[in-house]
């Protein structure tokens, strides 16, 4: 971890910064933002000029993750500094109903924010700050918004997770966004929120204030003024950040940062204001009915609702002139559960006795944190594909551990960060004790795990009889063979051993002969693998064929099965032989009755 570089990173207490009043913090969170989305952390697609210069005026944290691959655990733990987990919030709220696909029944999470969760803002207020929350809250509804939290202004923060309009009027049918009833028709969300934030500060500039910044943006709908959109190339390409809506939203963002660090210049407030941007959960990197996903999130592996690097690494930039020396990087391993211990830390408030964050204060004196473990859980089944499951950091270990099979990955991040080698196998004795530390730390805030589904019915027939198993619904078993969610794959792919095989769960109606179709691919040389499908003690094998490209997929008639009747039952996929670097890609099987 390479304390002893990082203890340097920060400057030491300017002797004005004693002093001065207690410091004014705007602390900003951006909606679904990958880390990897802002040129400071190598975007070159997307512009974000003032979070750059934010990055060269104070530090810029390499490894900060979110408490969860989704939104309202995550903004929870930056409220709170405690892991959501404690407060039952597992999910976004109110998170996605279960379906009979689902081998396990999520655990319902609390709806709100409970009242007796002490917030930043309710620490800050007692000590005299003025506070205000602009922009997205997902906490709770009437009786539990800001304003029972400890802020004394709400601007357009409420129980929804999405924005009822990018663009003014910012209503639908049933409502109007909270203090935005009056707006020009056209005008941009994310500029309007800018406007109440200036207005905000420039009030309390005489007193100390705490300003929840927390955009929409750049969250779907995607949504941005058409000017902007225009200045990026179209259409996108898969596989890499090129959606020029998104770059948009990205782009006005980044302007309200802009805006917002002006006009603490302009009334000579910057050096004592504590500026923090953070973004709640990694990019999205799938599609949800889009035709394109909004980014792309490499080199870091998956994206929002994956516990992969993808979906928890964010950005953290911290700008405080008085004690943060301008131009740092720091590769600490850092959450946000750790925001607020170190805002109370900066303030001088009384800090919870028990914080499970810890204040990054030490390190603009110079020194070096103890070593700790971050932990994970998402005990749901995500929009975006991924499956309940929980994860362990310690040091350069990360431990994941999917709770449907017990399926487990190691992966070491000091040489892997794209999370590819899952050296769970070559390392038994660091799964054990990762694996104990997990459940340790699950019993200890009292998480809730899911239970199995008795409404379970995977993969059944349509209309005609006919079952189509997708790779996204298969289990994969052994190291490296796994569901590969990107819009250009979606398919099992990292068949690089031989002995890693699939099965596909599905719902029989009754016996018969089916006629098997497999989508697969296989990049150049790689082809001849022998391949066995079985469905209990009927089996089938074929042979691989090279396709050209591992997702240059091609439909085949391989054979016949027979299903043994009706009830579940497992399609298993299984390499004889293994050629070439990989056995293929299968994206998916399809099983057609012979009539």
């Known amino acids: 971890m390479r304390l002893a570089a990082v203890a340097v990173l920060f400057a030491a207490t300017a002797p004005a910064a004693a002093q001065m009043r207690a410091p004014n913090v705007v602390l900003i969170v ?14 070159t697609f997307h512009r974000t000029p003032h979070l750059d210069s934010l990055a060269k005026a104070g530090a810029r944290f390499t490894d900060c993750t979110s408490s969860c691959p989704v939104c309202s655990p995550t903004r929870a733990s930056i409220l709170t500094g405690m892991y959501p987990q404690r407060f039952g919030i597992t999910d976004w709220l109110p998170g996605r109903p279960d379906q009979p696909g689902q081998m396990l029944r999520r655990p319902v999470p ?62 639908n049918k049933k409502s109007v966004m909270r203090g935005l009833e009056t707006a020009p028709a056209g ?6 929120l800018t406007a109440e934030v200036e207005k905000f500060i420039t009030r ?66 910057s050096d004592n204001t504590l500026v923090i941007f953070t973004s709640d959960n990694g990019g999205l990197a799938t599609l949800e009915g889009m035709p394109f996903a909004p980014t792309f999130n490499g080199p870091f592996r998956e994206g929002k609702g994956y516990l ?10 911290v700008k405080w002139p008085a004690r943060v020396k301008p131009g740092t990087t ?40 103890a070593a700790r473990d971050l932990f994970w859980h998402y005990p749901h089944y995500a929009n975006q594909g991924s499956r309940p499951g929980g994860a362990v950091r310690s040091g350069p270990w990360k431990f994941v551990e999917f709770y449907e099979t017990n399926r487990r990955e190691l992966f070491d991040l000091s040489r892997d960060p794209s999370e590819s080698n899952n050296l769970a196998a070559a390392r038994p004795e660091v799964v054990t004790e990762l694996a104990a530390k997990l459940d340790a730390w699950r019993k200890g805030v009292g998480a809730k795990m899911p239970t199995p589904n008795p409404d379970y019915r995977p993969n059944p027939a349509n209309g005609n009889g006919v079952y189509t198993l997708h790779a996204r619904t ?33 719902t029989a109606g009754a016996a018969g002969e089916y006629r098997v179709e ?39 008639d391989v054979g016949v099965l027979r299903l043994p009747g009706s009830g579940r039952h497992e399609l298993t996929v299984r390499a004889r032989t293994k050629p070439g670097v990989a056995v293929m890609d299968l994206r998916q099987v399809v099983l057609r009755p012979v009539r």
């Open 204 to 269: 309390n500039k005489e007193r100390p204030f705490f300003l929840h910044l927390a955009h929409y943006a750049p969250h779907t709908p995607l949504r941005a003024p058409d000017d902007v959109a225009a200045r990026y190339p179209s259409p996108p390409v898969h596989g890499r950040q090129s959606h020029a809506v998104y770059a948009a939203m990205v782009e006005r963002l980044d302007a309200s940062v802009g805006r917002v660090v002006a006009l603490l210049d302009e009334l000579k407030l």
């Open 308 to 317: 992969y690097e993808g979906g928890l690494r964010v950005p953290l930039l």
């Open 518 to 556: 497999v989508l697969q691919g296989c990049g150049k040389g790689s082809g001849g693998a022998e391949v066995e499908l079985a469905v209990g003690d009927s089996k089938l094998t074929f042979t691989v064929k090279d396709t050209g490209g591992f997702q240059a997929f091609e439909a085949r």
């Open 110 to 171: 609390t709806m709100q924010l409970a009242h007796d969760a002490v917030t930043l803002a309710e620490r800050l207020r007692a000590a005299g700050y003025a506070t205000a929350h602009v922009g997205k809250w997902h906490l709770g509804g009437e009786g539990f918004g800001p304003e029972t939290q400890g802020f004394d202004l709400n601007v357009a923060g409420d129980h929804t997770g999405t924005p009822l309009s990018y663009f003014a009027p910012f209503q």
């Open 474 to 506: 298969a289990q994969v078993f052994g190291t490296m063979l796994r569901y590969e969610p990107l819009p250009h794959k979606e398919t099992l792919g990292f068949w690089v051993r031989q002995d890693d095989h699939a099965a596909f769960p599905f």
């Open 30 to 43: 951006a909606d679904d933002l990958g880390q990897r989305d802002l040129g400071c952390y190598g975007s």
């Open 330 to 369: 720091s590769g600490l391993p850092v959450n946000s559960i750790d925001l607020t211990p170190t805002i109370v830390a900066a303030s001088g408030v009384t800090p919870d006795p028990r914080p499970d964050g810890i204040s990054l204060l030490p390190l603009f004196r110079g020194e070096a944190p």
């Open 187 to 192: 005008e941009y969300l994310t500029d309007r």
